[in-house]
């Protein structure tokens, strides 16, 4: 089992930045595939940003992209998200997940950290 934990939230004013941390519990950190989804009132979980076990291969949504960017320090079993000139659409609630370099699922979740957006 894995337990992830996000922080790094708060409140931030339109066009400003954030950077989300999420720390994993676990001796195989480096085999996982982590990931960033977000899901807003009201609306479905969304992915956001992926990177693989290594950190050698990222992948963002369409809507982030040259705005957000992921990184991981597997030394620290940390996973990190970067938000630049985020925008009113970027509010949610933001979850750290984990999967293994094969699956497709992501099996463990964390428990979620409030982005709120002020224009």
């Known amino acids: 089992q894995v337990q992830l934990v996000e922080s790094g939230g708060g409140l931030v004013q339109a066009g400003g930045s954030l950077r989300l941390s999420c720390v994993a519990s676990?001796?195989?950190?480096?085999?996982?595939?982590m990931g960033w989804f977000r899901q807003a009132p009201g609306k479905e979980r969304e992915f956001v940003s992926a990177?693989?076990?290594?950190?050698?291969?990222?992948s963002h949504s369409d809507s982030v992209k040259g705005r957000f960017t992921i990184s991981r320090d597997n030394a620290k079993n940390t996973v990190y998200l970067q938000m630049n000139s985020l925008k009113a659409e970027d509010a949610a609630v933001y979850y750290c997940?984990?999967?293994?370099?094969?699956?497709?699922?992501?099996?463990?979740w964390g428990q979620g950290t409030q982005v709120t957006v002020a224009s």
């Open positions: 997940a984990a999967r293994s370099d094969y699956g497709r699922v992501y099996e463990y």
């Open positions: 676990g001796r195989t950190f480096s085999r996982y595939v």
């Open positions: 990177i693989s076990g290594s950190g050698g291969s990222t």
